[in-house]
């Protein structure tokens, strides 16, 4: 106790943080969402659109409480959707309870044809009907849905017992029995048994999709493979004594995966067609099988293992053989997941997403050859998705990034493009990230857009053209800056490159002391599926909660990661080790020389699952900048982690660059302060990736800390894994000694 005091008065002689003071200052962190959340109104506007009208209906937080808006997008004009204070009584009175009108006990609303009764889901999963004529309240309870419990024949399901796919005329369906198919017609109950070659070892799939005119369908014929299991010791199970065991499918970089094999069925002759096309065994994944309308023809997708290939293939009439329609290859990787095709089908195209000039773009394609018309859209900017086509006026309405110079380029905003002359008119122009619902009709469309550093505006749009027609909300701060909050600075400078603009978020404390020098604490996530750096305006930007302790945290989108050029995401291929760290680090130096209250010599960094991989990376690749480093939950060796994530950006077969990528390999690398943070029971990254790298740093004679929570799954630690953190950086970027958690009389 003595040795503690004498602590507490060398620190204030220093000038340093009581431990009081310090214990306050986590009260504020944890109370900082809540308390300024608390004073933010307006601004988290989701319209909703009524199905087959014109109005739409939306919820938002004012100081008199949560309103419900009406809205007549012909009219121009909103008003309460009900009166809250009638159906407060009308559902206190059916429940038996008092509701307050202020805050009535559910987030969303749905209308019934014309508009005269709303329906809900309160206390629980019980649904309500409100009249808003009669201000009646009506209850209904939903029904409980018990799991079915799947057939197995030979330890392998072959999908028996899943429900039957009924044809689009409803004459017949159509099941999958002991791994073979059958159809049943309706009327008469006949049977029939299309295909004898399924079992143990290779059956048909449930998946059955069956063409428009029902007299053709489609099952994949499946051959499995080994499946690698994940097995956690459950140690300590609520309310046991004794330990147990948990085991999942769990598919890693490397294993061997199954081949799916499309076949063609024609009940009414008895006959079923198996396709034929290139390298099917080499395949990583068949799906998407798509019936043209007409049913003369349909298509799937095949994506080459390595992922540097994808294919859609198309069958027609009865034919045996398929052939390639789209064809999509990279030397590095195709970004699969972010691939998009719109069908446009009166004039027999289709409109699909590529990167094969450098940037993400659209392309005109004849569905019939499979020639490239032409490409839609050009530049140095980004397609991020189609939401729509309009075919009769050949305009295609899309989410673009990245085309208004001096501007964020990855905040979104919605484009009509021509589809024969590619000229654009941007329907959303104002300089934010704007998130849009469109009605049925497509005649309007609401928006929400704002930037991290703005406020949030929603707006009722006109289609044809974007004019605002309507200002619905404007979202309010006021009451949050009276009591302190500050909104965070976007920040942006050139990556290693010289050249190339890396952006960011840097997030100050309340109590920020432009005087004073604060520690930087980095909060990474570098997975090249996205970019993350939030871009829509939030009360608790990245990690404003850790900032109140006295540091000053950032967010910072590297290279490596998506919504960029080709270019600029190939960074990542094999090399998953670099997590855009060049960049990141130029950008907190040039961060720094703008703003010398940061002090880049206290940075400390901290990230889960991909974002603890890199965290931990951090310290073994860059130790000179990076000094502290809490990593929860981390794929520290990516042979470890799941096979979809991994091998698409380390790219397949396995080769050394897993090994030169790994954290567990580079461990003995390990200077300045690591914490590790575990799941126990982790299904998302196998947990034996940290205790392997638990092992290799006690082989290593390294120091470290390693936090293990019983019970938890994927996770960035919960309240306990959070306070161990920041507990982590006061001691090691503030040098101060953290609250006493165990003084029985509270924390000093």
């Not at 109104?41 to 199905?51: L, M, N, Q, Y």
């Not at 110079?405 to 941007?426: F, H, M, N, Q, S």
Request: proline share 5%.
């Amino acid at each position: 106790m003595i040795k503690h005091y004498l602590f507490i008065i060398a620190l204030l002689v220093a000038g340093g943080t009581s431990a009081r003071d310090l214990r306050e200052k986590y009260r504020e962190a944890d109370a900082f969402r809540q308390k300024y959340g608390d004073l933010y109104f307006r601004g988290d506007v989701a319209p909703a659109w009524i199905e087959g009208t014109r109005h739409f209906w939306y919820s938002v937080k004012t100081p008199g409480g949560t309103e419900f808006m009406l809205v007549d997008a012909d009219k121009r004009e909103k008003k309460r959707a009900f009166d809250p204070v009638a159906l407060a009584r009308a559902l206190g009175a059916a429940r038996g309870v008092e509701v307050d009108p202020r805050r009535l006990p559910f987030p969303a609303i749905t209308f019934e044809k014309g508009l005269e009764k709303i329906k809900f889901t309160a206390f629980g999963d019980t649904t309500y009907t409100y009249d808003l004529a009669r201000r009646r309240v009506t209850a209904r309870e939903a029904a409980r849905e018990w799991p079915r419990r799947g057939e197995h024949w030979g330890k392998i399901d072959l999908e028996d017992g899943k429900a039957p796919v009924p044809s689009p005329d409803g004459s017949r369906e159509a099941f999958i029995r002991e791994g073979n198919l059958f159809v049943r017609e309706i009327a008469t109950n006949e049977t029939r048994q299309l295909s004898h070659d399924g079992s143990a070892g290779e059956y048909y799939s449930s998946r059955i999709v069956w063409s428009p005119d029902s007299k053709k369908l489609v099952s994949c014929k499946y051959r499995p493979a080994w499946t690698r299991k994940l097995r956690t010791v459950v140690a300590a199970p609520p309310g046991r004594v004794q330990p147990s065991m948990e085991e999942i499918d769990y598919v890693k970089p490397g294993d061997a995966l199954p081949v799916r094999l499309p076949v063609l069925f024609l009940p009414g002759e008895g006959r079923k067609v198996d396709v034929i096309f290139d390298d099917p065994a080499a395949q990583f994944s068949v799906e998407n099988v798509r019936w043209h309308p007409g049913s003369g023809s349909f298509t799937f997708d095949y994506n080459r293992r390595g992922h540097q290939e994808y294919i859609v293939y198309k069958v027609t009439g009865d034919t045996a053989r398929a052939r390639a329609l789209v064809t999509e290859k990279s030397p590095t990787f195709v970004h699969y997941n972010a691939l998009s095709r719109h069908d446009l089908l009166e004039s027999d195209e289709l409109l699909w997403i590529s990167e094969r000039d450098g940037w993400r773009h659209l392309y005109l394609y004849d569905a019939s050859s499979g020639a490239v018309k032409r490409q839609v859209t050009a530049g140095e900017w980004v397609v991020k998705r189609v939401l729509f086509a309009d075919e009769r006026r050949r305009h295609v309405y899309l989410v673009g990034c990245g085309r208004d110079a001096g501007e964020d380029p990855y905040l979104e905003k919605i484009y009509r493009v021509d589809i024969d002359t590619g000229d654009l008119l941007c329907l959303t122009p104002e300089n934010g990230n704007h998130r849009v619902a469109f009605s049925g009709d497509r005649g309007y469309f609401t928006d929400n857009w704002s930037r991290v550093d703005l406020p949030p505006v929603t707006v009722l749009r006109r289609a044809s053209d974007g004019v605002v027609v309507l200002e619905l909300e404007r979202a309010d701060v006021g009451e949050a800056v009276a009591a302190g909050w500050r909104a965070p600075e976007v920040f942006h400078a050139k990556g290693r490159d010289g050249a190339t603009d890396i952006w960011g978020v840097i997030v100050r404390p309340v109590d920020f002391d432009p005087g004073r020098k604060y520690p930087v604490i980095e909060y990474i996530y570098a997975g090249p599926h996205d970019s993350f750096v939030p871009k829509s305006f939030t009360i608790a930007p990245v990690d404003a909660a850790l900032a109140q302790l006295g540091f000053i945290v950032v967010q910072i989108d590297g290279m490596g990661t998506a919504n960029r050029s080709k270019k600029f995401h190939d960074v990542c291929w094999k090399n998953l080790k670099d997590a855009g760290f060049p960049d990141r680090v130029a950008w907190m130096k040039a961060a720094a020389a703008a703003h010398p209250e940061m002090d880049v010599e206290r940075v400390g960094i901290y990230g889960c699952s991909a974002g603890g991989q890199s965290a931990m990376g951090a310290v073994l690749f860059h130790p000179d900048f990076y000094k502290v480093s809490v990593s929860a939950c981390g794929c520290h060796d990516n042979r470890m982690d799941k096979i979809w994530w991994n091998e698409q950006w380390m790219g397949y077969p396995v080769g050394a660059e897993y090994e030169e990528c790994s954290n567990v390999v580079n461990a003995h690398r390990l200077e300045g302060k690591l914490m590790l943070i575990l799941g126990e029971l982790d299904d998302n990254v196998d947990p034996s990736s940290t205790v392997q790298v638990v092992n290799a740093l006690i082989k290593a004679n390294k120091e470290f800390e390693y936090v293990l929570l019983p019970n938890q799954r994927h996770t960035m630690g919960g309240a306990y894994g959070e306070r161990k953190r920041r507990d982590f950086f006061v001691r090691h970027l503030l040098h101060e000694e953290t609250p006493g958690w165990n003084n029985a009389a509270g924390p000093l």
